[in-house]
């Protein structure tokens, strides 16, 4: 049984829709800049020791915009190397007041306290 199509007129077929796809407008204009799109932003629990140190590799990946910890000095020692950053002291306020600007969550909290954050943020 035929169709009236052949595999090399398909193959034809797909290569000249292949021409048509769509490419990024910074490639195009040569601007070389990502677009706010493109940008990931992220959140973070749990800013002291380690999440610190975390912290500083999430901002060469994207945007770092929120951090919460209950330690007001881990709080002003992000805020020395981050300074637009929104700090929280309870990351559930975090998540109510900034939830919308950030597509990923840092949990850098101890091991006993991951769960809720993490749960909470999904």
């Known amino acids: 049984m035929s169709f009236g199509s052949s595999r090399r007129c398909f193959l034809g077929k797909a290569a000249a829709a292949g021409a048509f796809t769509?490419?990024?407008r910074r490639?195009?204009?040569g601007s070389g800049e990502t677009p706010p799109s493109?940008?990931?932003c992220f959140a973070a629990v749990g800013v002291g020791g380690q999440g610190r140190g975390?912290?500083?590799a999430l901002a060469d990946l994207g945007r770092v915009v929120a951090v919460a910890d209950v330690d007001p000095r881990s709080l002003a020692a992000t805020r020395e190397f981050l300074p637009e950053v929104r700090?929280?002291?309870d990351y559930r306020e975090m998540y109510d007041k900034a939830g919308k600007s950030f597509d990923a969550v840092l949990v850098a909290t101890?091991?006993?306290w991951h769960a809720l954050p993490t749960?909470?943020?999904m």
């Open 87 to 89: 700090t929280f002291a």
């Open 119 to 121: 749960v909470e943020a």
């Open 38 to 40: 493109d940008t990931v």
């Open 27 to 29: 490639l195009i204009a």
């Open 110 to 112: 101890p091991d006993h």
């Open 54 to 56: 975390d912290l500083r």
């Open 22 to 24: 769509i490419v990024p």
